[in-house]
């Protein structure tokens, strides 16, 4: 029997793709892996959703996995199930949608070199070949080069299938590396010592709200409410909820609508708790994003803090969402793809 794996790859199209898993990556295909694929005339990176294992249907003609990405799975089955209910509800590409939920230095990048073979050399010399196969030939001749570069160069149109008929003659060599991002790559947690604080700031009315929602709160039934009342109070509430969350060991996605009021929350987070939050959003750099992110999924740290695009963060065990000023327009995205924390009903 053969295995295969369906693949979502980064398209707006409602559809997943069936791919041949070959002998020598069996141990290594795992659902919520990346791995690199064939698509037309190109390779793209797709997130394996499923494995099976079935007879070749007849007439069916399947390409096989060019790649594996990771060691490990990248992502969760949980947020995988996650992730496609999102983008039913919004009727958003879930591959789109997958590609957002990772920092930009995770899309691998492949260069694609190709050189001139002794076979290619002695048929410049012949008559047989054609004019747009000459011309990459003498082309290669001086230096090996990028496709990237050749198509820059040469202009010519439908390059793609000229290579390939070369590289079928054995007239060219095709060398493609893939360069991905390691997660083995981690900077140890340096906590800065920091003078806890007391938290004074929870009046009667404030504790009242808190602890209607903590009398019915087991850590494993899902509630929602809405809170209303000044940012102060509803902090006070927050915190008080976050605290209790953390008592039962469960992990915290705290969303606001502004990126700039993240890093004050960080803050007070270290001085009220002593514990480290990982603040997500898209104006980090591609480095410090994808250490946050790292630490996130290896859930070296209980507190996520956010603009809408850390609803996407790989934070497992979630035991309490805050939505603060959920009616803020900043949480919608529409262009793609489109998305926006669920709103309670």
Known sequence: MTLFAEVILSLPLDKNFLYIIPDSQ?????????????FKERERTGIVIKLKQRGIPKGLKLKEIHAVLDKTPLLSTDFLSFTKKL?????????ELLQASLPPSFVPKTRTTLSLTDKGQKALDEE??????RDVLLFLRKHPYSDIYLKRKLKMTS??????????????HVKKEVKTESLERKRP?????????????LDEDSYQAANRIVTRWDGKTFLSYFLFGPSEKREAVYFYL?????????????????????????????KRFGEHAALLHSRMSIRTR????????????????????????????????????????????????????????
């Open 189 to 201: 947690l340096r906590l800065e010592p920091t003078q806890l604080e007391i938290d004074f700031s």
């Open 26 to 38: 069996k141990d290594l295909v795992r659902v919520g892996s990346r791995v690199l694929v064939p």
């Open 242 to 270: 976050i605290k209790r969350a953390l008592t039962l060991r469960k992990k915290v996605l705290y969303l606001v609508p502004e990126i700039a009021a993240t890093h004050s929350l960080v803050e007070k987070f270290q």
């Open 128 to 133: 047989t070949l054609s004019d747009r196969e």
């Open 290 to 345: 994808e250490e946050e992110w790292s630490k996130i999924r290896s859930g070296r740290v209980d507190i996520v803090v956010g603009p809408r695009s850390a609803v996407l963060s790989p934070a497992e065990d979630l035991g309490l969402v805050i939505v603060d000023e959920e009616q803020d327009e900043s949480y919608l995205q529409r262009e793609n793809p489109s998305y926006a924390p669920l709103r309670a009903s």
């Open 159 to 172: 390059l793609s299938s000229v290579l390939s008929q070369l590289e079928s003659k054995e007239f060219i």
């Open 87 to 95: 983008s039913a509800y919004y009727y958003s590409s879930w591959g």
